[in-house]
């Protein structure tokens, strides 16, 4: 599998500042990319990785930009996360989410899980955390664009 960082209109974004960090085993997946196309034409700035291990390099360096982490549920486990920990991958984004739960530094930053299918145990950590936890199948690209400006706005 290729390692892959993807910026999308780092560089062109009209609000610079308002960086996403999207954290995805698949970054150019043609289902989700109506999703980040409409975030970008929100005026935000898509940055993402598809290696749950080079989440903390983006975030060291755009940690004062990014508004926001969206998660995906269901990733490879990479390096750093066991097989075991992360349920064969069905719950790598549960780990890398309550990895940066537990950084103080990232506290701030709201998260927002956005999953295929319903997960009681990512669900439940969510719901203790408040965390928005939602449901790819269940939205509009532009009503998720939405949500995601709301949840930036009022952090």
């Known amino acids: 599998m290729n390692e892959k960082i993807t910026?999308?209109?780092?560089?062109?974004g009209i609000l610079k500042n308002n960086i996403i960090l999207r954290i995805d085993d698949d970054i150019e997946n043609s289902t989700l990319r109506p999703y980040v196309d409409?975030?970008?034409?929100?005026?935000?700035t898509i940055i993402g990785a598809n290696n749950p291990d080079k989440v903390e390099a983006l975030i060291e360096k755009y940690q004062k930009?990014?508004?926001l982490i969206i998660i995906d549920d269901v990733?490879?486990?990479?390096?750093?996360i066991?097989?075991?920990e992360s349920r064969w991958g069905m719950q790598t984004g549960l780990v890398v989410l309550k990895n940066l739960m537990e950084n103080l530094t990232l506290g701030h930053i709201p998260k927002i899980m956005f999953v295929w299918w319903d997960n009681e145990n990512i669900k439940e950590y969510c719901e203790k955390?408040?965390?928005?936890?939602?449901?790819?199948?269940?939205?509009?690209?532009?009503?998720?664009?939405?949500?995601i400006?709301?949840?930036?706005?009022n952090q």
């Open 75 to 80: 990733m490879p486990t990479w390096e750093n």
């Open 129 to 147: 955390n408040t965390v928005p936890y939602r449901k790819k199948i269940n939205y509009l690209t532009d009503a998720f664009a939405t949500d």
């Open 149 to 153: 400006k709301n949840i930036i706005l």
């Open 7 to 12: 910026v999308t209109s780092l560089e062109t």
């Open 38 to 44: 409409e975030l970008n034409e929100q005026w935000f």
């Open 65 to 67: 930009q990014i508004k």
């Open 82 to 84: 066991s097989y075991g």
